[in-house]
């Protein structure tokens, strides 16, 4: 008799506990779900998107952040031209970063007078190659990027850095997902203490693609999301609204 009490009180006590149990089911798995969505807000503006080659999109890891390489650059250089050059200017306005680097007298490049709105140390000199020195002195390291091996004024820039001994690294964009030439950037920076970084590379002319393609791989490295626009070329900067090659 005694045993069939204690069954009775059970089944009872499961009654009374079932439609408790299942509300408290139900509780957290709200919670969770918004735990998952504020996880995701906050992962949303990291360098996740297109990878390189320009149009070819896979996944991304998107749970790695930007440590020291975040902290570390306190300035972008380059020489203004369009292109690479104009991009890493146009990520340092973006993200609020100090820019700067020396131009050829006139302020000229191959689309024309750069816009003030660009800070550059004009030379007394039209020498391009002057140019491409200075910054390389004036910074803590060079970083070259392009789509395939190095020409003309990129080919010079390293063939500088090296000769005066200064920390360079080409990138070549169509070998890497973004991912790993963020990884390999992020890794220079730190490894070569890099606060003032110089950026070097193709021109728009000769490459469409490069703007655009620098423009998110700094702000991966830089921890920021690139602006929203699937149009290659364009500037950042909307008070310009011209091509950037």
Known sequence: MKELRLALRILVLIGLLGPLALVVV???????FAETAHIK???????????????????VETDVQ????????????????TGADRAALDVAL???IEHGGSIPKGKRAENGVVHPIYQLDELSTTSYP?????????????????HGRLTGGSALT?????????????????????????????????????????????RGSK?????????ELLCGVLGFYPPPSDIPGFYITESLLAYAA
């Open 26 to 32: 139900g509780l957290l798995a709200i919670a969770s």
């Open 41 to 59: 807000r906050r992962r949303r503006g990291r360098f996740s998107g297109p990878m390189f080659p320009h149009g070819k999109r896979e996944p």
């Open 66 to 81: 930007p440590e020291r390489s975040y902290r570390m650059v306190k300035k972008i250089m380059s020489g203004g031209q």
């Open 94 to 96: 973006h993200c609020g």
């Open 130 to 146: 002057k140019r491409t020195e200075k910054n390389i002195m004036d910074s803590d390291g060079t970083l070259i990027l392009s």
């Open 158 to 202: 390293r063939r500088l850095a090296e000769q005066h001994k200064k920390p360079v690294l080409h990138v070549d964009l169509s070998k890497f997902s973004r991912f790993d030439a963020v990884s390999m950037v992020k890794k220079w920076i730190e490894r070569n203490n890099v606060e003032v970084l110089n950026v070097a590379g193709s």
């Open 207 to 215: 490459d469409p693609l490069i703007y655009r393609e620098t423009v």
